[in-house]
Each structure stands twice: as C-alpha cells, then as structure tokens.
C-alpha cells in the first residue's frame, strides 16, 4: 500500500506541471482578446508611460517562459502572486472565499449520499415496483436538465413564487450566504440542491445497478439459503461490496464540487472559488485564475487518491502493487 501511495503522489508532479504551463500558454498575449493592463485602468486610452509602469510593476515585461519559472519558485513558498484588479495576494483572497466552497462541496455531498444513495437502495429492493420506476423516471429528468436552468427554476419557485403564495411567511434566499432574516445554513439548501442535481441522479443509477449485481452473486444466495433476514442479507453483505463504484464517484464528484462550482456560485452569487475564477477570467486577472486553477487541481489529485486509498477497506480483496499482502 505504501509503494502504491508513493507512486501515485510521483504521478502527480508531471500533471500538476502540465496544468501550469497549460495556464500559462493561455496567458500568453494573442492566445485570448483583452488587455489585463488596460482593465486595471478601466480606461481605453492610457499613457505610454502608465502602461509602461503597470506592466513592470506587474512582472508582464519579462519573457513569458521567465515568468513561468519565477512564478514556480514563488510557488514553492506558497506565493501565487497578487491580484491585478484588487491589488491583494491571492492565497489571501482564496483563504477568504474557499471556505465558502467547501461548505457547499459539502453540503452537495450530504445530499447527493442521503437522496441519491437513498434512491438507488430503495429502487434496488424495490425493483419493477412504483417507486423504481418513480426513481428511473426521476433520475432520467435530472440527468437532462441543465444546472443553471434547474437553479433558475428553484429561484423562481422557492424563492419568489413562494413568497407570494405565503405571504411572505415562508421561502427560501436566492442570493449570498448570509442575511439578518436567515440562518446561514438555509442559504445553502437551494444552492446545494442545484449543485447536487445530477449528481444525485447518476448516484442513484450506479447505486442501484451495482446493488442488483451484488445480490445475484452466489454468496448471497447462500446468505438467503441460511435464513437470514431479507433486510440482514442487503446491508450487512451486498451493501458494502455495492458500495465501491459509488463510493468512487462520490469522491471523484467532492473533488469536482470543490473546485469551484462556476454555474452553481454564479447562480446563487455565492461568493466561493467558482465566482471569484469566473469573475476574474472576464477581468483577465490572470493571478488569480492560474491560482484558483492551481489550488483546484491540488484539491482533486488529493482526494482522488483518498479515494483510490479507501477501496482496500471497503474490499479486502483489493490489493495493489500487483502482490497480495
């Protein structure tokens, strides 16, 4: 297990660089319209001079290839340099605002395993039943339905119509992550449930195919033979081993979601990496999207390889390094 952790922490120097200089070929002039320095300014028409100053103090005179070498010794002290726009280090900005990612990563998550997860067992054990087709039926729609419409939608409905219809004495906030009139954890009920839309869906498909597979296969069978409960056979035996694939796209999907959900945090103008990228990219801020890219990155190599770490202890016959312990 140790030489298979070594390994995978060895693979992901090469990727880890590859993203950088990928970032920065994209801030290469010509590669994208706009002109970061004349964004600074907000003015179309800037003296020689101040444009001169700007792109010095800025380190933009220097050959690009210079830049990226110095941008990476700086990285090794945890510097990703400071904004154009808002004149701040970025790590200080980020430290501010991924805070806020994370809690709705998280919350995404805890609705994608109660409902998703939730489903999937249900329509397993259920199966051919209302509520497997309700499930089927259900998952289908969310998988067609693009997230920015969907949070849109519950806007509309939780958030405006609702109002209307109690008066003002019940709806749910469409905007931001705090407010005198709510809790800050109702703030993140519409947003988390959009961000975990169709993730949930695709749960719910891997979790119930995988746990009809499971149930077919011959030790259990002999677990029903025995006389064991109905409800003992699937949660003490099928469950776990069913467990593995959605296990693995939960994880792989908490990775995703803390990257910054752009659509979601646009949406919902919460104030976490997602915006702060978007908002950036349309300023060619480019401090703090290579940043953001970087720091988003390094969060999905790390929980990707927790998750492949977690599958010897969800199945012990799962080894690695090509040798049984």
Do not use: C
């Not at 103090?57 to 990285?75: A, H, M, R, S, T």
């Amino acid at each position: 297990m140790l030489k298979y952790i070594l390994r995978r922490i060895l693979q992901m120097i090469p990727v880890f660089i590859g993203v950088t200089i990928l970032l920065f070929i994209l801030k290469a002039p010509g590669i994208l319209p706009g002109d970061p320095i004349r964004m600074i300014t907000g003015e179309k028409e800037i003296s020689p001079v101040l444009y001169q100053t700007l792109i010095e103090e800025n380190g933009l005179d220097k050959p690009l290839v210079q830049q990226y070498f110095i941008y990476l010794g700086k990285l090794t002290h945890g510097d990703l340099g400071k904004s154009y726009q808002k004149d701040r280090p970025v790590t200080e900005l980020f430290a501010n605002t991924y805070p806020n990612t994370i809690k709705l990563a998280f919350a995404a998550i805890v609705v994608e395993i109660l409902i998703g997860v939730g489903a999937g067992i249900i329509s397993a054990i259920k199966q051919y039943s209302f509520w497997d087709v309700l499930v089927t039926l259900s998952t289908s729609i969310l998988v067609s339905v693009p997230v920015f419409w969907l949070g849109m939608v519950l806007q509309v409905i939780f958030g405006i119509e609702m109002k209307k219809w109690t008066g003002g004495a019940f709806f749910l906030p469409i905007s931001g992550m705090s407010g005198d009139q709510f809790p800050a954890w109702v703030h993140l009920i519409l947003p988390a449930v959009t961000l975990a839309s169709v993730s949930t869906a695709y749960a719910a498909r891997i979790m119930r195919s995988q746990l009809l597979e499971v149930m077919g296969q011959d030790y259990i069978r002999t677990a029903t033979a025995k006389g064991l409960r109905h409800r003992s056979v699937v949660f003490k035996h099928a469950l776990k081993n069913a467990l593995i694939p959605v296990v693995t796209f939960i994880g792989l999907d908490l990775g995703a979601m803390m990257s910054g959900a752009i659509l979601t945090e646009t949406i919902f103008n919460w104030p976490g990496v997602g915006l702060e990228i978007y908002l950036a990219i349309g300023q060619r801020d480019w401090p703090i999207v290579i940043g953001g890219v970087i720091i988003v990155v390094f969060a999905v190599m790390i929980i990707n390889l927790l998750v492949d770490i977690s599958y010897a202890f969800l199945d012990p016959r799962i080894r690695y390094g090509g040798a049984a312990e």
